[in-house]
């Protein structure tokens, strides 16, 4: 019959498809894998990330916590996190990670100049990803988070097909041009099926430290629309605050330099 004929077909496909995909493999001593991913680079994704590993470790109580800068153009977490240095080899020839408030941080900025641009094609970074992945001593791990870089291709396919993930956390702003991109990533998530834990709300307001007069720079309530259109819970709220940039510049997180304030 016609119908048997098109379930062939789609078997068929769906064969043809998978062949070539890497089979997942967990990472040595790691439970959980945590992605952070934003479709739009600049919404505030490696600071938020910088907040949940130092929320698992302070707040939830979790032992060890591991942060993967995996965004190998434009590495940030060293700064962030105020680390500095080369990674030194174990007898395996396994990077050790290097660790800064209880935890241990990789990140392609630690075996580059600070200031040296990565100047290389498709294949040269996927081979530094899985350098990333693979070949570091993480230890023993509650949670891994990984710090995507922006955008939907190969780095986030290659994380996706190679290792189990728990699940993403999609950070945007309240703008409708970065919710656009947004949407795109919590889509792709969902077609490699990873789990999206929900979305993040970046920059959401302003508030003028001398008359305390709140301004919404970048809209209202746009990822909110964006979690009940997706079916999404939001995960948190974080305003647009001079202490939070400035406490990441200088590699001392808010979390851990003002942890009373309302940041």
């Not at 979305?199 to 430290?209: A, D, E, I, R």
């Not at 309530?221 to 979690?227: E, Q």
């Amino acid at each position: 019959s016609s119908g048997s004929r098109d379930e062939a077909l789609r078997d068929k496909r769906a064969r043809i498809l998978s062949r070539g995909l890497p089979k997942q493999k967990p990472i040595e001593g790691v439970k959980q894998v945590v992605v952070l991913a934003s479709g739009k680079g600049g919404v505030g994704k490696s600071t938020t990330a910088g907040k949940t590993v130092l929320v698992f470790i302070f707040i939830l109580h979790t032992k060890e916590v591991g942060l993967l800068d995996a965004d190998i153009y434009g590495p940030s977490i060293p700064k962030m996190m105020n680390l500095k240095g080369n990674p030194e080899l174990t007898l395996k020839n396994l990077m050790r990670p290097l660790k800064n408030y209880g935890i241990a941080c990789m990140s392609m900025g630690f075996l580059i100049e600070e200031t040296a641009p990565v100047v290389w094609r498709g294949l040269m970074v996927m081979s530094a990803v899985e350098k990333l992945l693979r070949q570091v001593d993480w230890g023993q791990l509650d949670y891994l988070v990984i710090d995507m870089p922006p955008g939907t291709g190969d780095v986030q396919l290659s994380v996706s097909q190679n290792i189990p993930i728990t699940g993403a956390v999609i950070i945007s702003t309240p703008q409708d041009v970065a919710l656009l991109d947004a949407r795109k990533a919590a889509e792709m998530f969902r077609k490699v099926h990873v789990p999206v834990l929900g979305l993040v709300q970046n920059m959401s307001v302003f508030q003028c430290p001398k008359c305390k007069h709140e301004t919404h720079i970048f809209g209202a309530d746009g990822v909110r629309d964006l979690a009940k259109t997706l079916g999404l819970d939001i995960l948190g709220d974080i305003p647009l605050h001079v202490n939070i940039r400035e406490t990441c510049d200088s590699g001392q997180p808010v979390v851990i330099s003002q942890p009373q304030s309302d940041a």
